[in-house]
T-cell receptor, first 116, second 115 residues
Framework: AQKVTQAQTEISVVEKEDVTLDCVYE???????LFWYKQPPSGELVFLIR??????QNEISGRYSWNFQKSTSSFNFTITASQVVDSAVYFC?????????????FGQGTTLQVKP | EAGVVQSPRYKIIEKKQPVAFWCNPI?????LYWYLQNLGQGPELLIR????????DSQLPKDRFSAERLKGVDSTLKIQPAELGDSAVYLC?????????????FGQGTRLTVV
């Protein structure tokens, strides 16, 4: 079975603080894909990053960075110098290749509130 | 490039009434998904299309839900009759290909309230 766990339900930080959102996944697939999406109050899920299971290089995009560690089945997301506009619900998701459905398994989401 | 377009954005209906949602995917995207998102939870797949074919509808409650994707472009999702428990956000997404190899892009969703 495939599963994504985002243990942090809500996080509140003050602007300019760094914040890390945790994501732990379970899968028996050897080939799989991991995603992060942002859902602002408008409701649309905004794609942030896709990572395949063979690429453990960390990635940085502006204030965003992602730490993928297969040894601990984690794919954590860090926002550096947070801003009020970062306030949203963030979802981690998994898609296993062997299931052949392309189905995204989402975590429960982490609500991030950045206060001015 | 236009994103995934869904309509309506909001819908309020009485229980036992029918309701339909419409989705126009990103041009050139062969794969289309319908997801259900309950309050405070992550989206869950209802059905996935590869062009006109529904390749995964195992999570679709077929006694009251139906979907179609005519000509492999636009799609509609229907509920008949609606129940109180169907109140949720219905999200449509599309991607160039299935199997997770390419990212899925989501529409803004239709928030359904059944009273």
């Amino acid at each position: 079975a495939q599963k994504v766990t985002q243990a942090q339900t809500e996080i509140s930080v003050v602007e300019k603080e760094d914040v890390t959102l945790d994501c732990v996944y379970e899968t028996r697939d050897t080939t799989y894909y991991l995603f992060w999406y942002k859902q602002p109050p408008s409701g649309e899920l905004v794609f942030l990053i896709r990572r395949n299971s063979f690429d453990e290089q960390n990635e940085i995009s502006g204030r965003y960075s992602w730490n993928f560690q297969k040894s601990t089945s984690s794919f954590n997301f860090t926002i550096t110098a947070s801003q009020v506009v970062d306030s949203a619900v963030y979802f981690c998701a998994l898609s296993g290749l062997s299931s052949n459905t392309g189905k995204l398994i989402f975590g429960q989401g982490t609500t991030l509130q950045v206060k001015p | 490039e236009a994103g995934v377009v869904q309509s309506p954005r909001y819908k309020i209906i009485e229980k036992k009434q029918p309701v339909a949602f419409w989705c126009n995917p990103i041009s050139g995207h062969n794969t289309l998904y319908w997801y259900l998102q309950n309050l405070g939870q992550g989206p869950e797949l209802l059905i996935r299309y590869e062009n006109e074919e529904a390749v995964d509808d195992s999570q679709l409650p077929k006694d009251r839900f139906s979907a179609e994707r005519l000509k492999g472009v636009d799609s509609t999702l229907k509920i008949q009759p609606a129940e109180l428990g169907d109140s949720a956000v219905y999200l449509c997404a599309s991607s160039r290909s299935g199997q997770g190899r390419t990212e899925a892009f989501f529409g803004q969703g239709t928030r359904l309230t059944v009273v």
